[in-house]
């Protein structure tokens, strides 16, 4: 995973992202977890407009973290050759509404229990669905 701080499309900004590293970690241990937690905010272009700034206190949006290889072409889904998830913890995450550092509010999908069962260098995917009722 790279480090950056980087847009995910037109309105999610990456705040917090992590190189997997299982430093100080034994190999035999089946659960890296991917520190720093990655930090997702969905980002309004327009606060003023009252149906815009609905969307960051919506509770019908959530984020789904995604482990995919290197390339970031391919989903790992299971570990190689075993029946094993390739990602454990909390894979979802409900949009939260939070102050940043300057204490404005934000909406923001926080994944702080993920991790990785396998050695090697990855990609997260971050998928964003509105659930409608």
Do not use: W
């Not at 520190?35 to 969905?42: F, G, T, W, Y």
């Not at 290197?70 to 050759?81: A, D, P, V, W």
Request: aromatic share 8%; charged share 20%; with cysteine.
């Amino acid at each position: 995973m790279s480090s950056a701080n980087c847009l995910l499309g037109d309105n999610l900004q990456l705040l917090c992202s992590a190189a997997a590293k299982a430093s100080g970690v034994p190999r035999y241990i089946d659960r890296r977890p991917i520190d720093p937690p990655p930090i997702i905010q969905l980002v309004v272009h327009d606060p003023l407009d009252p149906f815009l700034q609905s969307y960051t206190t919506s509770p019908a949006f959530i984020m789904q973290a995604v482990l995919m290889d290197e390339s970031g072409k391919t989903t790992l889904r299971h570990i190689k050759g075993h029946r094993a998830m390739a990602m454990s913890g909390s894979m979802v995450s409900p949009l939260h509404t939070l102050r940043d550092t300057s204490m404005a509010q934000g909406a923001y999908f926080v994944f702080s229990d993920l991790s990785v069962r396998m050695e090697g260098s990855f990609r997260l995917r971050f998928e964003l669905f509105e659930t409608s009722g």
